[in-house]
């Protein structure tokens, strides 16, 4: 154990002095920051921005809040067991709970990898103006990945080094939307009001469109009806996928790995909590919330960024813009999809003014058109800048992705240590990223994000109550099972509650699959809960 007068000094001393010395000893929650700090978040924040304006600010810092109450209840479970927690759970809550969980991690570890490669070719087209096959640009990313997974199984001191760099890159661009959000506030371009209102609370708003949308719907007269269900639908997904990407349910799978990996033990428990808020919750909340201030300001019920002045789309929105009108036009002409090309151009033309403005502030704006948020503070570097950094959050997020595959292999195999084993893991998710051009063939490759969002979010609950039973098992906690839980489980109960709500709320959606999917969810933690019983009224 590292440093351990400095601990048992922090562990006896005020709330001042366990500040500084648990500062300087944290690290397991940077690694999570470095993982919610990267694509998926960034998407989220900026097209919750666009379609929620300062609505939302509330939404990611209270899914992160649920998180770090679960992740804190899982570092307590590792860090007071001797095993892993997925036998842990294997063994004394439910087997099927447990792969359920394993299972659902690789899923989400193969659908967010396939969006960070999504957006590491958006930003080296769209920024970085690299022209050329989408699958040498996914490949070549594919063979960059898998060396830095080898070199980082067979030398420590270069995996630190490249992944410091990207840390690097990654602080660059949350550092630029924070600027940026402090310039618009400090110029009065950002209303104070609504910066503040934001933040509180409003669970009403979720299921309306915002003001500003609302008013452009009502312009459109006997197509209101048609554009309030569609707004509503994609306002679903972009909270959903919000929520889901500030705690993903592969990083409920890391943190434990982190942990070991850092020695710690049961006398670590309270720093693993200051390490989880001071390492993940306050950059979070920061950097997402200078994001969300940044996207709403530049796009929130916004059309010049998408069409000129006599209201055609520029060249490179024409794809995300036409994909929005043309579902509004099909809507009342059900034969629009088999027409030839000038046939649908004629009926496009014809669309009302605001049928076309409110396409034009609903379309997917793309990492070029993310990057224009950042002008305010960097000016004509902006498209560098933030094609860089976002190709470093891709680059380091899809790393940390395959990693977790990984581990996740090699628990399923019980093979955990075994380099082989680990790589071919690691190498499952990037697969998928490489065939990331045929999974995603939308105007905005950021979008990816989204649906892969909201998938790992309807997975979320199966970690949450793997916790949550944990927590009060006497079978696999014995004497440091916590002796007064009220309070503990009042707040787990609350977050598992809250994300089972999004994961029904994005199935429901989905009609018959997701009828099945919320039937599974059900049967799964019935399963789980009986499984828990039993288990410990054997100890009892």
Not at 363 to 392: H, T, Y
């Amino acid at each position: 154990m590292k440093n351990p007068q400095e601990l048992e000094k922090a562990l006896h001393g005020n709330f001042l002095t366990k500040l500084a010395i648990y500062t300087k000893m944290s690290g397991p929650g940077w690694v999570q920051a470095a993982v919610t700090l990267g694509g998926g978040s960034l998407v989220g924040a900026l097209y919750l921005g666009v379609i929620g304006g300062y609505d939302f600010l509330w939404l990611q810092p209270l899914a992160m809040l649920c998180g770090i109450v679960m992740l804190s209840a899982i570092g307590y479970v590792t860090l007071s067991t001797d095993e892993r927690p997925f036998r842990v759970m294997e063994k004394k809550v439910s087997p099927l709970l447990a792969w359920g969980w394993l299972v659902a991690t690789v899923i989400a570890d193969t659908v967010f990898c396939a969006a960070q490669f999504s957006l590491g070719r958006g930003a080296l087209e769209d920024n970085l103006g690299v022209n050329a096959n989408p699958y040498v640009i996914t490949g070549s990313i594919f063979i960059i990945a898998m060396c830095l997974i080898s070199l980082s199984q067979k030398n420590e001191r270069a995996s630190r080094l490249i992944d410091n760099i990207l840390k690097l890159l990654v602080g660059i661009i949350v550092l630029s939307f924070m600027g940026v959000a402090i310039t618009l506030l400090s110029t009065g371009a950002v209303p104070w009001k609504s910066i503040i209102a934001g933040y509180i609370p409003n669970f009403s708003a979720l299921f309306r469109p915002t003001e500003h949308i609302a008013a452009a719907i009502a312009k459109t007269g006997e197509h209101a009806g048609y554009w309030t269900q569609y707004v509503m639908s994609q306002q679903r997904d972009k909270i959903i996928a919000a929520f889901g990407t500030a705690v993903g349910i592969n990083m409920t799978f890391l943190l434990p790995y982190s942990l070991r990996n850092k020695g710690w033990g049961k006398e670590h428990r309270e720093l693993s909590r200051f390490d989880l808020v001071l390492g993940l919750f306050l950059p979070f909340v920061l950097g997402i919330s200078a994001l969300v201030i940044a996207s709403a300001a530049s796009f929130h019920a916004q059309t010049k960024d998408v069409l000129t002045a006599d209201g055609t789309p520029l060249p490179a929105m024409e794809k995300s813009y036409y994909s929005v009108l043309d579902r509004q036009i099909a809507s009342t002409n059900s034969n629009f999809n088999n027409l030839a090309d000038p046939e649908k151009q004629t009926l496009r033309n014809a669309a009302a003014t605001s049928d076309k403005q409110l396409a034009a502030m609903l379309a997917n704006r793309d990492a070029k058109n993310l990057a224009q948020s950042l002008e305010p503070f960097l000016g004509n570097k902006s498209q560098f800048i933030f094609g860089i950094g976002v190709l470093a959050m891709a680059v380091s997020t899809l790393l940390v992705h395959m990693i977790m595959n990984g581990y996740a292999i090699s628990e399923a195999l019980n093979r955990v240590g075994n380099p082989k084993v680990f790589i071919l893991g690691a190498s499952m998710p990037a697969i998928a990223g490489f065939l990331s051009p045929v999974l995603w063939d939308s105007g905005a490759k950021a979008a990816l994000q989204i649906p892969a969002a909201v998938i790992a979010t309807t997975l979320l609950p199966i970690a949450y109550l793997g916790f949550l039973l944990l927590m009060n098992s006497r079978s696999a906690l014995g004497e440091n099972l916590p002796k007064n839980r009220l309070f503990i489980n009042l707040l787990m109960i609350i977050s598992t509650a809250l994300a089972s709500f999004a994961s029904i709320w994005a199935l429901l959606s989905q009609k018959l699959p997701g009828y099945l999917g919320v039937a599974a969810l059900i049967a799964l933690a019935v399963i789980g809960i009986l499984g828990f019983n039993k288990r410990n009224q054997a100890v009892r």
